[in-house]
C-alpha cells in the first residue's frame, strides 16, 4: 500500500502549477503532471480524484499562503476605513500577481464548461469573504456600519477593488498595475463603499 506524505502532495501541487501555467487547463494533462512529479498517474489519482481537483488544489495552495494573511489584516483594525484601506492594499496585489492573474484566466474560461469555478469559489474565496463578513458584523454591532447585508456589502467591496485598472488587467490592456494605480484604486473603493455603509460623520 502506498503511504501518502504531505512532500509528495507538495511535490505534485509544483509540478502541476508548472503544467497548468504552461499549458493551460485544457492543455494540461494528468499524465505529465504525474511525469513531471516523478510518479505514477496511479499515485497522483491517489492524492487528487480528478483534474478539476488537481487544478483548485494548485492554486488553494497559494491562496492559503497568501489570502489568507490578507483576510487576517482586516481583524486587527477596529476602525472600518483603515480596516478597509490595509485589506484593499494587500488584496489588489495578490490578485494582480502573474500567477494569480494567470489561473483566473483559466478559472474564466472553463466558468461555463464545467464546475470549475464553483469548486474554486466554495473551497477558497468563499470562505475568505465570509470571515470579512464577520468582521462587517462586529463593525455593525460597535455602531461603526450600516446594518446591511454583511455578505453584499463585502462582494460590493470586492467589486470596487477590482473595477476599472484590475479588469483593464485581466483583458491584457494593461500589463501590470503599478503602486500609484493601486493606491488610486483602493482610495477610490474605500471611498465609495464608507459613503454607502459607514457611518462617519460629515466633519470626518
Known amino acids: 500500500m502506498r ?6 502532495r507538495k511535490c505534485i501541487l509544483e509540478a502541476a ?3 497548468f501555467l504552461e499549458r493551460g487547463f485544457l492543455g494540461a494533462s494528468m499524465a505529465e503532471v504525474s511525469a513531471r512529479a516523478g510518479g505514477s498517474k496511479q499515485t497522483l489519482y491517489s492524492y487528487f480524484a480528478s483534474k478539476d481537483d488537481l487544478f483548485v488544489a494548485t492554486m488553494l495552495e497559494k491562496g492559503t499562503q497568501i489570502i489568507d494573511p490578507v483576510f487576517a489584516t482586516f481583524d486587527t483594525e477596529e476602525e ?10 494587500a ?8 500567477e494569480v492573474l494567470a489561473f483566473r484566466r483559466m478559472i474564466i ?3 461555463a464548461r464545467s464546475n470549475l469555478g464553483q469548486l474554486f469559489f466554495e473551497n477558497g474565496p468563499k470562505r475568505g469573504w465570509t470571515r470579512m463578513t464577520a468582521r462587517f458584523e462586529y463593525f455593525m454591532a460597535a455602531g461603526k456600519m450600516r446594518r446591511v447585508d454583511p455578505w453584499r456589502a463585502a462582494m460590493h467591496f470586492q467589486a470596487l477593488c477590482e473595477s476599472g485598472p484590475f479588469y483593464r488587467l485581466l483583458e491584457g490592456v494593461l500589463k501590470e498595475l503599478t503602486p500609484e494605480l ?3 484604486t ?7 463603499f ?3 455603509y459607514g457611518v462617519e460623520s460629515e466633519a470626518a
Open 3 to 8: 503511504v501518502k506524505t504531505e512532500e509528495k
Open 17 to 19: 502549477k508548472a503544467v
Open 80 to 89: 472600518l476605513r483603515p480596516a478597509l484601506n490595509r485589506f484593499g492594499r
Open 194 to 196: 464608507m459613503r454607502a
Open 109 to 111: 474560461a472553463e466558468g
Open 182 to 184: 493601486i493606491d488610486e
Open 186 to 192: 483602493v482610495d477610490a473603493a474605500v471611498d465609495v
Open 91 to 98: 488584496f489588489l496585489p495578490f490578485i494582480a500577481s502573474d
